[in-house]
């Protein structure tokens, strides 16, 4: 059995064709596979839920983005902090990956996600990757503070207390 650096570095990334929705079955099945990588990685069989997470991944390839985030928020929160910092740097990639192909531009919850992300790579000590879609781009000019401040405070109208 592989060591699961590798194994989370080589997983798959969102392409034109992992868009397919999935059927009833396949969904439930990929709930499954995540609540039992969860169960894996929490009694430190952390290889064996890594690869119930990249089979998830490859059943929903399209979910890849929010299933190593999943990842690394589970490998993060059981004190593996290098196994999480490149699960989150290949949240990163797929989310951006996914934005590309969508054509995402400056979307609160898009920029909103990546901000995490990078917060939690730079928390943790990492590297964020090199951004390649505008969204990853304006997270990294710009604070998480100064991204909720512009998409989110806007949004909501202001109570002021009478």
Same mark, same amino acid.
């Given at each position: 059995?592989?060591? @699961? ?6 997983? @798959? ?19 499954? =596979? =995540?609540?039992?990588? $969860? ?7 952390? !290889? ?9 991944? +490859?059943?929903?390839?399209?979910? &890849? ?15 593996? !902090? ?13 989310? /951006?990956? +996914?934005? #590309?192909?969508?054509?995402?531009? $400056?979307?609160?919850?898009?920029? =909103?996600? =990546?901000? *995490?992300? $990078? +917060? &939690?790579?730079? $928390? ?9 879609? /505008? @969204?990853? #781009? ?5 604070? !998480? *503070? +100064?991204?909720? /401040? ?9 109570? !002021? @207390?009478?």
């Amino acid at each position: 059995m592989q060591a @699961p650096y590798p194994l989370i570095e080589g997983g @798959p990334i969102p392409d034109q064709g992992s868009a397919r929705p999935l059927k009833p079955s396949e969904a439930r099945c990929v709930e499954n =596979l =995540l609540k039992a990588g $969860r169960k894996a990685i929490a009694a430190n069989k952390v !290889t064996e839920g890594v690869l119930l997470y990249l089979s998830a991944m +490859d059943m929903a390839p399209a979910r &890849a983005g929010e299933t190593y985030l999943d990842l690394a928020s589970v490998l993060d929160q059981a004190s593996y !902090t290098q196994l999480a910092i490149i699960a989150y740097r290949k949240a990163w990639m797929a989310f /951006e990956a +996914d934005y #590309k192909l969508r054509g995402v531009k $400056r979307e609160g919850t898009a920029l =909103l996600t =990546l901000a *995490n992300i $990078r +917060d &939690a790579i730079v $928390r943790l000590g990492g590297q964020v990757p090199l951004a390649t879609s /505008e @969204p990853g #781009k304006f997270v990294g000019a710009n604070s !998480t *503070n +100064d991204i909720h /401040e512009e998409f989110f405070k806007k949004a909501l109208p202001s109570v !002021t @207390p009478k």
